[in-house]
């Protein structure tokens, strides 16, 4: 079903044996769940459906670590694309069909994202327009647990993309409309390549209200007002002539979109912190210890390298104990940041200035440790150079870093609970 219009859906279950499991309502069980469940939605697509679901099955069976299904959302097709969809669910072992009656991309998307038990949810256009070689690079965040959602982005610089003047200003347009207008600061609205927590997904799709070619924006900004983690991914793409878009009709249903949900966002009508709590009760969004000592290190190592530029900037003109107050304290508030945003996956404006409090505390604590090895130095060797002043501090430093890692993570941003997903290189293919 729909999870809000209740509409009824028909589902084909993947394999040989499933040949006969079409049913009405309740989706029939599939095989084991996978880690990532990847879904089409499709609208008269006849001509390519076969032969880009045989380029993608391809792809995963070659190149993707984890295991996965692919699920073709067929939303009231009226050509042949249902029965070629039935065919590939009937012949290929991990991949499902799922029909509705109605038209409308966001319809498709609700419904095979609300009856998918994997807990990796994505959906990109049939068209294969988005190159797959950024298929891993957009699910890995979620399954570690780094970012509850992710999008290509075909503005980055990094990316390369390959459409009409015309389409290219669209594009641009709307999504400088989206940042104007809902402060949005996601760059890539509307490409076709998506994914998310099926976690996340349950708390932001019963507040989703759009059904077609906006449900794209208005997830993405409600999810980024709730706090929750939008990882982007600059891809490759290729514009397809023969897209389903009528741009006209589309444009005024977006501007109606845009509207309504800078109307809402404006009277408070959507439960933000509610949402922003599942992130924060369940956990799973946090990133692991692993990926947070990278996250700290690499932050680590760019504030030392700043540090020492601003000690031997200021010791030509302060004397030691001084340039190493200020150059410490500088670096120390742009680290609290950095790891607060970076490392312990810390949004939103909540709790910034108790942080960046306790932050100093620590600061503190750190600067007793290079301060006193300082001390300690100049008390053996008064006529200590600069640079081995400089020796000192930052071996004292990588201490007063250890004890600031352990600080921030049992002090400032305890866990609450929560992994990330399971990293299964095997298993279902």
């Known amino acids: 079903m729909d999870i809000r219009t209740g509409q009824t859906a028909r589902r084909v279950t993947s394999g040989a044996a499933a040949t006969a499991g079409m049913t009405t309502g309740a989706a029939t069980p599939l095989l084991a769940a996978p880690v990532v469940d990847i879904v089409l939605p499709v609208y008269n697509e006849e001509a390519k459906l076969r032969e880009n679901v045989l380029r993608l099955v391809d792809h995963l069976d070659r190149s993707f670590p984890f295991t996965w299904r692919v699920t073709i959302a ?28 109605q038209k409308g991309r966001g319809r498709a998307l609700k419904a095979a994202w609300s009856a998918s038990d994997a807990p990796v949810l994505v959906y990109m256009d049939v068209d294969l327009a988005t190159d797959l070689g950024a298929l891993l690079p957009l699910v890995a965040p979620l399954v570690s647990g780094h970012s509850d959602l992710a999008i290509g982005t075909r503005l980055a610089r990094a990316s390369v993309v390959e459409r009409g003047p015309k389409r290219e200003a669209i594009s641009r347009c709307y999504n400088l409309l989206t940042r104007l207008a809902l402060r949005a600061r996601f760059s890539d ?10 976690d996340r997904a349950h708390d932001l799709l019963p507040w989703i209200e759009d059904d077609g070619w906006f449900f794209d924006t208005e997830l993405l900004v409600v999810a980024e007002r709730a706090g929750l983690r939008i990882h982007e991914v600059p891809v490759d793409w290729t514009d397809d002539p023969d897209s389903r878009v009528d741009i006209l009709p589309t444009a005024v249903a977006d501007l109606r979109g845009i509207a309504r949900v800078g109307r809402e966002l404006a009277l408070q009508k959507l439960p933000l912190a509610e949402i922003g709590r599942g992130r924060a009760r369940r956990g799973a969004g946090r990133p692991r210890l692993f990926g947070q000592l990278v996250s700290f290190c690499l932050i680590g190592a760019a504030s030392t390298l700043a540090y020492a530029a601003l000690y031997l900037l200021l010791r030509q003109a302060l004397p030691a104990q001084a340039a190493n107050l200020l150059s410490l304290l500088l670096t120390a508030v742009a680290n609290t940041a950095a790891n607060r945003r970076f490392t312990f996956g810390v949004r939103g404006a909540g709790g910034r200035l108790r942080v960046q409090g306790q932050g100093l505390i620590v600061f503190a604590l750190g600067l007793a440790v290079t301060s006193g090895s300082l001390a300690l130095l100049h008390h053996m060797d008064r006529a200590a150079t600069h640079t081995v002043e400089l020796a000192v501090l930052i071996a004292a430093s990588v201490v007063a870093t250890l004890l600031r890692f352990l600080l921030f993570k049992a002090w400032i941003f305890p866990a609450r609970g929560g992994r990330g997903l399971p990293r299964t290189a095997g298993g279902l293919r």
């Open 74 to 101: 067929d939303n009231a097709s009226t050509d042949a694309t249902w029965r070629i969809a039935m065919r590939l669910a009937a012949d290929l072992r991990h991949v499902a069909a799922l029909h509705l009656d």
């Open 189 to 198: 609205a509307q490409c076709g390549f998506k994914a998310i927590r099926a």
